[in-house]
């Protein structure tokens, strides 16, 4: 026999129920979660802007053919542009920003709504977001005319926003990172790193003089314009790596402006693009691209390692979830070429925020095997992920366990 769910603030069996403004908080809330089903057991009614919740969580998250707004649930979008678009403006004005973002996703997901953003007057109405400018990138091919430039302002505001969250931090990060590899054994006065250098000379301290004697120096090697390394960034734009394209766009675009980095950008799936010429505006990147399709992660690699002209010098960067479609042993066999030439070859799994990722486990320890772990990076923590390799030194690779 099936005991009824009892919801927190309910009596249960011969109990009371839970009085006071708290109790009754409690119950608004499982009333919207639980959706006014005869066996919720919250015996809550709404009124108001709280019954107008309900209707637009309804809408999306119901059963059925007919929404009944505030009683039973049903999904009652339906398939037009008005209902949706009205619908997205009413969860902007009943919900956070963070939440509309995770509801219009569920919507495109659920309800097959993918097909009403080629219309402007949806586009005008949804809250942009990484994941948005991933579905409309899929559906870039079939964007009609008039939708496209409603397209790329969209595509433009989440670029913009990201770039002012990353840029700054990048920059810093991986310019300390190029004048540390850079450092000099023999440096001029003003190139001195003079913190490294006295920890490096503790025990040449004199008491009675109360000072130091530097029998090594370290310093920066002084700044030029030259470029100190070479960075290909290798993208998969396979359908399950959209949002991953869309921050590797935006890391592209402020790697390029770096003078002392030449910055390459190659995405692929069963055929390779080269979008480098592209990389002074991520958006131009980003709309280079085509999700979905096959992958083919040998025939990237290969024209990747025929752009290598200074070994040592060069970071690869593959984004990739690994379920390759090409011929994997010649993949292997390349990744191995290029670290014995002296590259520095990154695989990350996705760059997002999406949490742990599905990939092909057995190619991901095939890479661990040649010492080129695979791993899922947030954008966070690329810029740290990027020095330690310029630096040539052991990647921060997060614990998963």
Known sequence: MTTPAVAPGASGAGGARETGEAGDERLRRWRLVLGGEAADGTGCVLTGQDAAMDGALTALYGKGDKPQA??????????????????????????????????????????????LLLEPEMLEAVEADVHLVGTLLSLNKAMP???????????????????????????????????????????????????????A??????????????????????????????????????????????????????????????????VFDTAVVDLTDQLDDPVDVLF????????????????????ITRPADTVVVLISDLYEGGIRNEMLKRVAAMKASGVQFVTLLALSDEGAPAYDREHAAALAALDAPAFACTPDLFPEVMAAAIEKRPLPIPDTR
């Open 201 to 266: 000379n503790l025990k040449h301290y004199l008491p009675e003089y109360r000072t130091i004697v530097p029998e090594r120096l370290i310093g920066y090697g002084r700044a030029s314009q030259s470029v100190k390394k070479e960075v290909i960034l290798c993208i998969d734009q396979s359908g399950s790596m959209a949002a991953s394209v869309v921050y590797a766009s935006v890391f592209g675009a402020v790697l390029a402006s770096m003078r002392s980095i030449a910055t390459r950008l190659v």
């Open 70 to 115: 505030g009683r039973d649930r049903s999904a009652g979008l339906g398939a037009s542009a008005p209902s949706v678009a009205r619908w997205l403006g009413d969860i902007r004005t009943y919900f956070p920003s963070s939440v509309v973002q995770v509801m219009q996703r569920d919507a495109i997901d659920r309800l097959g709504l993918s097909t």
């Open 145 to 199: 005319e008039t939708t496209k430039e409603t397209a790329r302002a969209v595509v433009r505001k989440v670029v913009d926003d990201l770039e002012k969250r990353l840029a700054s931090r990048t920059r810093a990060t991986l310019t300390g990172a190029l004048d540390r590899s850079a450092r000099i054994s023999r440096p001029r006065h003003h190139d001195i790193d003079w913190n490294r250098t006295i920890a």
């Open 288 to 307: 280079g691209t085509q999700l979905g399709g096959g992958t083919d992660i040998n025939r990237a690699l290969a024209y990747c390692q025929s752009q």
